[in-house]
């Protein structure tokens, strides 16, 4: 589904979630983000500097310590990110086509005890 998304919308999981995380912040370091969205720091650095061509976000060095870099969403970037919101509900809308609203309640609650049970593996058991 993920090939198939990103063809609709023109724009990868992946970044959309750096995206909408730095619609939600002011600013926040690149450490942090990377945490936050949970992609491994190389992915986070080239996702970012693509962005950062494209005139999405920018960065800037830690005026305190250089060691650490904020990111920020430019204008065009929110700008941007609002269309991809819109195009991702599109594109849900379509997944979901034919399912009654009672049938999306229960898969939505199966999604999410799913996802707390894959958080909640432990590796050693």
């Known amino acids: 589904m993920s090939p198939k998304f990103e063809r609709c919308t ?3 999981q992946s970044r959309l979630d750096l995206l909408n995380k730095l619609f939600e912040k ?3 370091s690149q450490t942090a983000l990377q945490k936050e969205v949970n992609i491994d ?3 986070v650095t080239r996702h970012l500097k693509q962005l950062e061509e494209k005139g999405m976000v920018s960065r800037r060095k830690n005026p305190a310590d250089n060691r650490f870099t904020f990111v920020r969403l430019t204008d065009e ?10 195009e991702k509900q ?9 399912f009654a609203e009672e049938e999306r309640s ?13 958080k909640n593996i432990d590796p050693n058991d």
Do not use: P, T
Request: hydrophobic share 45%; proline share 0%.
């Open 90 to 98: 599109r594109f849900i809308s379509k997944v979901l086509a034919g």
């Open 10 to 12: 023109g724009i990868s």
């Open 106 to 118: 229960i898969l939505l609650e199966m999604l999410i005890r799913i996802q707390d049970n894959v």
């Open 26 to 28: 002011e600013e926040i």
């Open 77 to 86: 970037g929110r700008e941007r990110i609002a269309s991809y919101q819109d």
């Open 41 to 43: 720091h190389a992915a």
